[in-house]
């Protein structure tokens, strides 16, 4: 609910913003984004959500907790940008993998101080990572973090791994601490994990999509954290099943929806965001397809970023997925526009059509012998 007004949350990936400042909106109402991004330092944790009072301006992405000022700036301009646009963000603190600030930086740092860090995943339970405590106030708004409407949600990290655990157990205790600690500094956001969607051991058969990837994450026991107030999935079946045909990829995609979708609501009974899908213009199983959602949901049932989304002139951030308005056939882009007036649109019946409840309530409230007359009206 926005305002007390239901809310789509679609929208793009746009990881990049914080180096770039740049894009065009076309009724997006949702951008998730890296809190920090190379060549500043990568201690990003705490990018966004808090900062040291006693900033530090060195730039050596070697030393814990040294960061470079203009990481906030980008973020602070970011988030005043957004605001201004009516634009939702989701700020990720940080990535499983090694661009844009990824555990491994954790990791190296550990070790810089004498930590015997054997592996990556030691990211989750190595007492060395820490989060920071500032409460700061944007630059450009005057508003803290903490209280600004603009911030949709954080996200705990992108797509948690840790294979080393195929138990579950590892990740599960990492966001049940991080989840209260984000809660007990900002209890105005929502919260969520960041995950893929990959079910856990417990899980049955049916339930085990792809075979190679028990990843250390389980999307029933992790979603239902304390804390964490929305569940998320993604979905690249051409990077799951490369061997499949775009057949049998599509299938994987509706039964992969599908379930999310029921145990979500059924057993989870919280939103769900599809937060990353698309198909890569780089497979070899099939031709270019750049920026076309190809397995996006045609229902509102459930809603979320494709990405990233790119503007000219930024062609080393492309990974295949990429999204560029500029250079999207017109058919392409105005699906795009005409889905995500649908989600306006849809949102704007479903609070007419509440409004319309309360009325008819108004004489049933006055004078309860009209309780069947109203019904029959309603009717």
Same mark, same amino acid.
């Given at each position: ?248 990829? =599509? +299938?994987? &995609? ?8 029921? !145990?979500?609501? /059924? @057993?989870?009974?919280?939103? %769900? ?32 970023? =494709? +990405?990233? &989304? ?8 492309? !990974?295949?997925? /990429? @999204?560029?308005?500029?250079? %999207? ?51």
């Amino acid at each position: 609910m926005l305002n007390g007004d239901p809310f789509f949350a679609n929208g793009f990936n746009a990881y990049w913003l914080m180096a770039w400042r740049r894009s065009r909106r076309r009724g997006q109402g949702l951008f998730r984004l890296q809190a920090g991004l190379p060549p500043w330092p990568r201690h990003s944790q705490d990018l966004g959500l808090q900062r040291r009072r006693q900033r530090k301006h060195q730039r050596s992405p070697d030393l814990p907790g040294v960061y470079d000022e203009r990481v906030f700036q980008g973020l602070d301009f970011v988030i005043s940008e957004a605001g201004k646009y009516g634009i939702r963000l989701i700020l990720s603190l940080t990535n499983n993998y090694d661009s844009f600030g990824g555990k491994r930086q954790y990791a190296s740092w550990a070790r810089s101080q004498g930590q015997a860090i054997s592996s990556d995943d030691e990211f989750f339970t190595n007492p060395s990572d820490f989060v920071g405590c500032d409460h700061e106030v944007n630059k450009f708004t005057g508003v803290a973090y903490r209280d600004d409407p603009t911030i949709f949600a954080w996200e705990l990290m992108n797509e948690p791994r840790c294979p080393s655990d195929p138990s579950g157990k590892t990740v599960q205790d990492w966001i049940a601490e991080m989840a209260a600690y984000v809660k007990s500094v900002d209890g105005n956001h929502l919260l969520e994990a960041g995950l893929e969607g990959f079910y856990g051991q417990s899980a049955p058969a049916e339930k085990q999509f792809v075979a190679d990837h028990n990843v250390g994450t389980d999307f029933i026991a992790n979603n239902q954290i304390k804390g964490i107030d929305f569940a998320t999935v993604h979905s690249y079946p051409d990077q799951w099943l490369p061997a499949a045909d775009e057949e049998a990829q =599509l +299938g994987f &995609l509706n039964r992969w929806l599908d379930a999310h979708l029921e !145990d979500a609501r /059924e @057993v989870l009974r919280k939103p %769900l965001l599809v937060a990353e899908f698309g198909k890569s213009s780089r497979s070899p199983a099939s031709p270019p397809r750049r920026g076309r959602p190809s397995s996006a949901p045609s229902t509102p049932r459930s809603t979320g970023p =494709l +990405g990233p &989304l790119l503007a000219e002139g930024m062609e080393s951030y492309g !990974d295949g997925y /990429e @999204v560029v308005l500029e250079e %999207l056939h017109w058919t392409t882009s105005n699906l795009i526009a005409q889905n995500c007036r649908k989600l306006r649109h849809l949102g704007k019946l479903i609070a007419r059509l509440r409004d319309i409840g309360r009325l008819e309530l108004i004489p049933v409230v006055r004078s309860p012998h009209r309780l069947s007359f109203a019904r029959d009206a309603k009717n």
